[in-house]
């Protein structure tokens, strides 16, 4: 017999558990399924903190400039003003749930973080941002006895009944065999997709899943191309590539080449604090120049105490790689970030799948353009994790739960025995191939091969997971390869100016099989644009 609950939503970061709350506290059965342990996730690892316009000295307005400036032109207005000025009410509420940020004498404190013009970032526990606010999210949820939270499942594809989402297929964790669960309505909440290169600053459930699974039931797909890189995650033989936050930066941290020479001078006059893709480039130029695998990121001008109090995680874990933030050079070099592309979404995470929302970074609202405004996602997550719950509430008040009889199963294998092996070694390969090929710097003959390279990789017999790595592999290329320009996190060096003509959003789906640009985001938007006009 078929499994049915009222709503479902996949994943459970920030985006998820606010959306599962909101869900819940109308009532409705929610089911949560989650890749590993409930706490897993992109957001549990966010260092630097929340950007919120709630300090004496900050307006949504200067909030809204910034976050328009980092988008380099392409930020959908509606989506950045959603999130400034309803972002103030979710911290707030998150605030009273219990969420620890920093303070000092009983009063926030806020840092400063590269390209905003305030300091109004919030931290918990000096660099553990995102660890307190799951925990707080996850105590909120766990008030909600509607709420089934599955961890350790899998979900591989999403179930469409006559051009509608009515459920999804997922991996059961203790018999791996594929089970179905059938509700009203979908709320893809996966996260991004940094394990798609071979270098991030990402944890292994960040794959892009959710993107695959929503291209392949029919969704359509938004700037697909623009990737940000961090510039500082750590650079030590063996070790993971873990995050060396940008606030440190922001409280005074400078880059040195490798004999020593501070050098952001050379590349732009904002120095330490440009944009993450100006920095990231630059430090790509500067180990180019010098012929060096990294540079250094020296914090030995602050003081220890202070730099132990303020990032205690990433002390003890430079510590565990026998480095001290306060008295060694700490080599960096850039990994993959952030996604500022997904699945095409509505200012309410509708999208263009009836039945199926997204919220978080698996989503494209518009709201970063081609370049996200540091510390802006987990704000992001929140609000539009709210609203997408709403919206599939009032969408489908009464509707019924439809199971469909006959459906075809998912083409492809599982990853058991033999078949993990292959999967890992294509993972490997599709990784490298992105980061050599699509990483920092791009043009049309690397972009080209790589593409080639994926077609191959997906005539072979895939699991389904390993097919969904490869075609988001190729999502992500092809759109790098239709965009002959060079924009926020996107930089061809064929291509390296800015053009007019590509002041759109890249839009693909599997229907058209194409390439379009489009004005907006929001398909909503446009369309009732494109009626008034005819
Ligand atoms: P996630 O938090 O990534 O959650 C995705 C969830 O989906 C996870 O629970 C995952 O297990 C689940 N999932 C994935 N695939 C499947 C599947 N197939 N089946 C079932 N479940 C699945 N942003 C900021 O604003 N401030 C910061 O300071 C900051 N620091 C960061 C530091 C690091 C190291 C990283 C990696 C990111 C940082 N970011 C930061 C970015 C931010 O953390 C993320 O963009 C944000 O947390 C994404 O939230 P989300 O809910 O959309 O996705
Ligand atoms: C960081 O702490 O540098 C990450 C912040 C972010 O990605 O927004």
Redesign the pocket.
């Known amino acids: 017999m078929a499994v049915e609950t009222d709503f479902i939503v ?8 606010r959306s599962s709350i909101a869900l819940a506290e109308s009532g409705a059965r929610v089911t949560v ?4 342990k ?1 706490s ?12 919120v316009v709630l300090s004496d000295d900050d307006d949504a307005e200067l909030h809204e400039e910034d976050t328009l400036v980092a988008g380099a032109g392409l930020c959908d207005v509606a989506a950045v003003e959603t999130l400034v000025t309803e972002g103030t009410k979710y911290i707030k509420q998150l605030i009273d749930w219990g969420t620890e940020f920093d303070r000092e004498g009983g009063k926030l404190v806020f840092t400063q973080e590269a390209a905003h013009s305030r300091r109004r ?1 919030l ?1 918990a526990h000096g660099d553990s ?2 660890k307190e606010i799951v925990r707080s999210l996850i105590s909120r949820a766990g008030v909600e006895k509607k709420i089934s939270l599955l961890p350790f ?4 594809s999403l179930i469409v009944a006559e051009g509608r989402c009515v459920g999804v297929r ?1 991996l059961d964790p203790i018999l791996r065999a594929p089970r179905e669960v059938f509700a009203k309505a979908v709320i893809l ?4 997709a ?1 394990q798609l290169f071979l270098h ?4 292994p ?6 993107m695959a ?1 929503a291209y392949f039931a029919g969704a359509e797909m938004a700037d697909m191309e623009f990737i940000q890189f ?1 510039p500082t995650a750590l650079s030590v033989e063996g070790a993971p590539r ?2 060396l ?3 440190m930066r922001g409280e005074g941290g400078v880059l040195r080449n490798s004999s020593g020479e501070r050098f952001m001078d050379r590349y732009d006059e904002r120095l330490e604090l440009a944009p993450r893709d100006i920095v990231s480039r630059s430090i790509v130029a500067e180990m180019r120049r010098t012929g060096s695998r990294n540079v250094f990121l020296d914090m030995t001008a602050l003081d220890a105490e202070f730099l132990r109090h303020r990032f205690p995680k990433i002390d003890e874990t430079c510590k565990a790689f026998g480095l001290d933030i306060a008295k060694d050079l700490l080599p960096v070099s850039p990994a993959s ?2 996604c500022m592309g997904g699945v095409r979404t509505d200012l309410w995470g509708r999208t263009t799948v009836p039945g199926l929302y997204a ?5 494209c609202t518009g709201v970063h353009g081609a370049n996200r405004l ?8 929140l609000v539009f ?1 709210a609203r997408a719950g709403e919206a599939a509430l009032t969408d489908s008040p009464e509707s019924k739960v439809q199971s469909p009889k006959s459906r075809p199963p998912d083409a492809g294998t599982r990853d058991m025995g033999l078949g993990t092996q292959v999967s890992t070694a294509v993972r490997k390969r599709v990784k490298r191939v992105m980061w050599e090929r699509v990483g920092i710097l791009r043009d049309a003959i690397s972009l080209k091969r790589a593409i080639d390279e994926f077609e191959q990789i997906a005539r072979s017999n895939l699991s389904v ?1 390993s097919r969904n790595f490869v075609t988001l592999a190729s999502l992500v290329a092809n759109a790098a390869l239709w965009r002959e320009e060079s924009r926020g996190g996107h930089f061809r060096t064929d291509f390296p100016e800015q053009k007019e003509m590509f002041r759109v959003h890249s839009i693909q789906s599997r229907a058209s099989g194409e390439i379009s640009g489009a004005e907006t985001i929001n398909f909503i938007a446009e369309k009732r644009s494109a009626e008034t006009n005819s």
């Open positions: 996949i994943g459970s970061g920030v985006a998820g558990l399924l989650t890749k590993d409930a897993e996730s992109n957001t549990e690892y966010a260092q630097g903190g929340v950007a970032i931290h941002t995102g499942a899998n979900t591989e997922y909440c996966t996260g991004g940094g991030t600053t990402n944890p459930v960040a794959t892009g899943d959710g699974m961090h873990f995050l936050s940008e606030a970030h952030y919220a978080g970074e698996v989503s540091a510390s802006n996602s987990l704000l992001e997550g994790g997971s």
